[in-house]
């Protein structure tokens, strides 16, 4: 045998090997200039005052009236929306996953619904049921002869119960999800040894699920503290403010020293929650894990109350996810704001007119650009990344792999003052362009991309992989015939899941947006705050069309796996 | 007889573990290799190591006589480049293919001319019974049919050799019985070299022409399957084929051929033993190497029978020591009977 033609055959490998650690590399470094370098940027100008390192800033957030009611605003909203949505995502989930209640499935996309609808939208929407003017409202004022509302949906409870609405599906999420997972020979063995059917739901179902149900309520909590456009469109109007609504008023004075020392609170307080929830999980997953069987768990008989039970979670369910959207449906074609409703009142335009406006379609363009670009983008780094660290098993991607995810526990606040200080200043400017925007964009939906493309690409068994090398396939030829088409419908779902929240934005876009480079989420928000109440549901609209598109392509591409 | 696989002091370290430790083999035309060991032995990690999917730590790897892995020399053919074929434990048919394309894609990517691919994939369709189920996708197959796809798709080419990892494991009992005699004809028909990594040790000594037991990462014994079966080399062989007693005792007198031992009982056996051995020592003792019977020899307590077909099991004790012994019909014992045993043969070890 000749050694030197075998080495020669061993050469293109090594070399290939080397392709793919320069594009690490590269990714590393696209990390550092994107994530990390702007981060360290936030936390650095939190603790420089006049020049000197100093904790001056954060003695201006915790000794200010101003700055510590915003802290404990926000603590106490997101703990009392929190716990809302956690008796009633817990209970619900017990209700569709534990009872015989028929229509399961229904009741389940019904009760999911709001979890796909952009918070601020669903705000703007509860307003137009709600407020002085509202459809309920004036249902109530016309029975019972009342002059006015004995609510106010511009308060901190209306915050409060807003995005109780909008968390509660995360809760009921992750509860029945955990509640599928049991391994049911648990409960069985309690049933066999005497208890009953509640007994056991409570003496052994409730408490291997409390973890479930907790690490739940801390995601629901995150939301809450890191949501803008509620506290935003419901508490601006009574002066009442929580940090990130702060955040954002000490950016239009300006004063960013302020704002960068309330993000870093902001972030350590939904970091710590986060720990704190990943724990939980990991906790979980210690005995409720089960070899893949799915046997159908017992559900407990409702008996007569089937259909009572049946109509009152349909009701509630119609009452939260429903009749927003139909609020907004409705405003958008009504003549006037507060025209009687019939159908001579209805009109298209609104949205002639908004076809019309230079603005809109600005709008819609920067959207457009800014899903397709920052979907494309964190899938293609994603999918390598993943890949690297799944498949190449190697320890620096595995590294690429966290610092991607990092992200996750930024509000999204945070991320465009990290975006701000870092590219408005030094040798590239970006502050005031479409690319600072992409920027943040690139930084927010990378956790989503790197999940996703995890969870696909665990799905594909290795072996499969080697198959095609040993049936004489390169790595790419390899890739190409057998990775990618068992990955495609993944990656096709996952590349959606990252447009679909990138084309609605808000938080990000409302602090980094300026003349021509509006997105839709700055386009609604900024019409409602104007008073244009019916160009904004027209927009509100679309937006919900768009993202009802999107969800029905998922489920067909992931079979019902991912998506609403 | 030529050659297809050589192994030279492969090693594989996985951190501080050494997972495969020094291990060197052949395997040679026509012949049946096995590798046999428990569950992390280091069995399937040679296997990949030769298939060129892990890379070894030190060693050499050739298949056909042509240098494939050598740590030393750098050389690392990578698996597309070796002519191998391999199937997995878990089949790792692609589930996006169908039955045909799954058989025909190492052709393809071979360039086979389109009437070879054509008449090739129908052959290997033919010989694994998989006729009119080529343009099925294997969701639609049973178990043992994917397997079969797995196997036309690694003997499509006509390589070197065959790997075997585990292919047996994710069947049930019957078709994995009926598996074995057709892996064996398979091999009967092409004459293709297998390397068998199993740790099921009834399906090694039922199919191979050699074995190499594997333990911690080393080859603690290579032969013919009877050869390990009636001379273990050390106890953990002597354990881990077969069924074994194994009773302490104490070496006490050693003549040319056979040692007298004393057991904890007090009785005293002689063993057929070459060479000399003292003290404290370990017997092994094959269920069925053991006569009972209500005559002569060790008095015993019968504890617990099982009927299991051809022959009977009885659990007996023999003062504090326990042993399984296999009766042919005819003799029947009751539960707390005492009988009498005589051990024909026996193995001593140290």
């Given amino acids: 045998m000749d050694v030197t033609s075998a080495r020669r055959a061993w050469l293109p490998r090594r ?547 991912i998506g609403l | 007889m030529q050659e297809r696989i050589r192994v030279n002091h492969l090693s594989r370290k996985f951190g501080t573990v050494l997972a495969v430790d020094d291990v060197s083999f052949e395997i040679r035309e026509h012949e049946f290799f096995s590798l046999l060991g428990p569950s992390g032995c280091g069995k399937t990690t040679t296997l990949r190591c030769i298939a060129g999917l892990e890379q070894p730590t030190a060693g050499e790897v050739y298949i056909g006589g042509v240098l494939v892995t050598s740590v030393a020399d750098g050389v690392l053919v990578p698996p597309d480049k070796r002519a191998i074929g391999m199937v997995f434990q878990n089949y790792a048919v692609w589930p996006h293919m169908t039955v045909e394309q799954n058989i025909s894609y190492p052709l393809k990517l071979a360039r086979a001319p389109r009437e070879e691919v054509k008449q090739r994939t129908d052959k290997v369709l033919e010989m694994l019974q998989l006729r009119g189920l080529g343009k099925r996708y294997p969701a639609e197959l049973s178990g043992g049919q994917q397997q079969r796809v797995a196997l036309g798709r690694a003997l499509v080419t006509n390589p070197e050799v065959l790997l075997l990892d585990e292919p047996l494991s994710n069947l049930d009992a019957k078709l994995r019985e009926q598996m074995r005699f057709e892996l064996k004809d398979l091999q009967e028909k092409t004459g293709i070299a297998i390397l068998y990594v199993t740790h099921d040790q009834i399906e090694a000594m039922a199919m191979s022409d050699r074995v190499a037991v594997m333990n911690n990462g080393i080859i603690v014994q290579e032969g013919k399957p009877h050869e390990i079966y009636q001379r273990p080399a050390n106890k953990f062989v002597a354990d881990f084929i077969g069924t074994m007693n194994f009773l302490q005792c104490q070496a006490i007198e050693s003549h040319g051929d056979s040692v007298k031992v004393r057991l904890q009982s007090g009785d005293v056996v002689d063993v057929g033993y070459q060479g000399s051995i003292r003290g404290k020592c370990l017997l092994a003792v094959r269920p069925e190497d053991v006569v009972l019977s209500r005559e002569s020899g060790l008095r015993c307590q019968v504890e617990v029978g099982i009927f299991l077909g051809s022959f009977t099991e009885y659990r007996v004790r023999v003062g504090n020591d326990a042993l399984r012994v296999q009766t042919s019909i005819g003799a029947q014992f009751q539960p707390g009977e005492t009988a009498f045993l005589q051990i024909e043969k026996g193995l001593l070890f140290q």
């Avoid at chain 1, 959207?367 to 690297?388: C, R």
């Fill in chain 1, 15 to 561: 070399y290939a090997l080397d392709v793919r650690h320069a594009l690490l590399l590269i990714t590393g470094l696209f990390f550092f200039v994107i994530i990390l370098y702007p981060l360290g940027h936030v936390l650095y100008r939190s603790l420089v005052s006049n020049g000197l390192l100093s904790l001056a800033n954060y003695r201006a957030v915790f000794l200010t009236p101003a700055n510590y009611r915003a802290l404990w605003n926000s603590i106490w909203v997101s703990t009392c929306s929190t716990v809302i949505a956690m008796a009633v995502g817990t209970l619900l989930a017990l209700l569709v996953v534990r009872t015989d209640i028929p229509c399961k499935s229904f009741l389940k996309i019904l009760l999911l619904l709001p979890y796909g609808i952009p918070p601020f939208i669903g705000a703007i929407a509860w307003t137009q049921l709600f407020g002085p003017a509202g459809y309920i409202s004036k249902l109530y004022t016309a029975l019972t002869g009342a002059g006015q509302v004995p609510w106010n949906v511009y308060s901190p409870g209306g915050v409060v119960l807003v995005l109780a609405v909008y968390q509660f599906p995360v809760v009921f999420i992750t509860v029945s999800g955990a509640l599928g997972r049991i391994d049911t020979t648990l409960e069985e063995a309690a049933r066999i040894a005497g208890a009953g059917l509640v007994r056991t739901m409570w003496d052994i179902t409730v408490p291997l699920v409390t973890p479930a149900i907790l690490a739940g309520s801390l995601l629901a909590f995150v939301g809450c503290i890191s949501n803008f456009g509620i506290p935003a469109l419901l508490g601006f109007r009574s002066r009442f403010f929580v940090l990130t609504t702060r955040i954002y008023s000490a950016l239009s004075i300006p004063n960013i020293p302020l704002a960068t020392a309330m993000s870093v609170v902001l972030t350590g307080v939904s970091a710590a929650a986060l720990v704190f929830q990943r724990r939980l999980e990991k906790g979980q997953q210690k005995y409720t894990l089960i070899a893949g069987k799915s046997v159908n768990p017992q559900t407990i008989n409702l008996r007569g109350w089937r259909m009572p039970v049946l109509m009152a979670t349909i009701s509630i369910a119609f009452f939260l996810s429903v009749t927003p959207i139909v609020s907004m449906l409705i405003t958008s074609v009504l003549n006037y704001w507060g025209a009687p409703l019939s159908l001579a009142s209805m009109t298209l335009d609104h949205y002639k007119y908004i076809a019309r406006l230079d603005m809109v379609r600005r709008a819609f363009a920067n959207s457009l650009f800014l899903g397709i670009a920052s979907a494309t983008i964190t899938m293609a780094v994603g999918t390598f990344v993943s890949y690297m660290s799944v498949r190449g098993k190697l320890r620096s991607a595995a590294i690429l792999d966290l610092l991607g995810t990092v992200p996750y526990a930024l509000p999204c606040t945070v991320i465009a003052i990290a975006m701000i200080l870092t590219w408005s200043r030094g040798p590239v400017v970006l502050y005031g362009t479409i690319w600072v925007m992409l920027a943040a964009y690139l930084v927010r939906y990378m956790p989503f991309s790197i999940r996703t493309t995890n969870a696909t690409l665990k799905q594909v068994h290795p072996s499969l992989e080697e198959a095609a090398r040993v049936s004489g396939a390169g790595w790419l030829q390899g890739m190409r015939d057998v990775v990618l088409p068992l990955t495609k419908p993944g990656l096709i779902a996952g590349w959606i899941l990252v447009f679909m929240p990138a084309f609605r934005e808000l938080t990000m876009s409302i602090l980094l947006w300026s003349q021509g480079t509006e997105t839709i989420g700055v386009a609604i928000y900024n019409m409602q705050d104007a008073g244009y109440t019916q160009i904004a549901a027209a927009l509100s609209t679309i937006v919900l069309l768009v993202i009802l598109a999107g969800n029905i392509l998922v489920r067909r591409l992931s079979r019902g796996r």
